[in-house]
């Protein structure tokens, strides 16, 4: 038997994309503008800031794009706290204003060590979009400036979040259920 297996979509295509068109018309004021970086962390965002980007297009926005990876060390299923950029940035971003794109804000420090790092080199500015969050998860206080949806603690995967690095193709987001004694990542 599988030691986990997908169960329950939790949010169709359909819900996503209807989101994606809404947080692209909150977005698009601020995207508009000359010297706008928008940056993916990756692995996770890959799907959302596709179809961001895509949306903000239609918008008339013309951003540049780039990605970071960013790796936290874990015992078990804790994050360690210990962030590190295993990827930099290759676009110039000193006096960008930058939008950093996630799949999902769970503990915080991801985005925070994002936000600093990026801030450090120089941004104007450092806005923050993820597609999910999970509040109850937070070890700081960390707010996202644009939130697609908020979601209760369950590990969900599917639409660039993975389990495993198994099922990020999936186009919608569904929850994983852990058999007993199974690991949770
Ligand atoms: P944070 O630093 O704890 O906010 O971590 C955010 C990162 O943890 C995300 O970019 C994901 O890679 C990963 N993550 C957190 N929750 C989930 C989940 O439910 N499914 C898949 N990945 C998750
Ligand atoms: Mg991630």
């Known amino acids: 038997m599988q030691p986990h297996h997908i169960r329950d979509v939790l949010l169709t295509e359909e819900q996503i994309r209807r989101r994606i068109d809404e947080l692209v018309h909150e977005l698009a004021g601020s995207c508009c503008g000359d ?3 928008l940056i993916g ?12 980007v895509r949306g903000l297009y239609r918008q008339g926005a013309r ?6 990876t960013l790796e936290s060390y874990g015992v078990g299923t804790a994050s360690s706290g210990t962030v590190r950029m295993t990827k930099d940035v290759g676009e110039e971003i000193a006096g960008a204003d930058v939008l950093v794109v996630d799949d999902i804000l769970d503990t915080g420090r991801t985005l925070r060590f994002a ?3 990026l801030l450090e080199k120089g941004a104007r500015t450092v806005r923050t979009c993820v597609l999910l969050d999970k509040p109850a998860r937070r070890v700081a206080p960390f707010q996202a400036d644009y939130v697609g949806f ?11 979040l993975d389990y495993d690095s198994h099922y990020r193709e ?3 987001i569904a929850c994983v259920t852990f058999a007993p004694g199974a690991a949770r990542a």
């Open 41 to 52: 962390i990756l692995r996770g965002s890959f799907m959302f800031l596709a179809d961001l």
């Open 63 to 68: 951003p540049r794009i780039d990605f970071i």
């Open 35 to 37: 010297n706008v970086v």
């Open 170 to 172: 999936l186009p919608y």
């Open 115 to 117: 936000q600093l790092a």
């Open 150 to 160: 908020t979601i209760a603690d369950r590990f969900v995967v599917g639409y660039g």
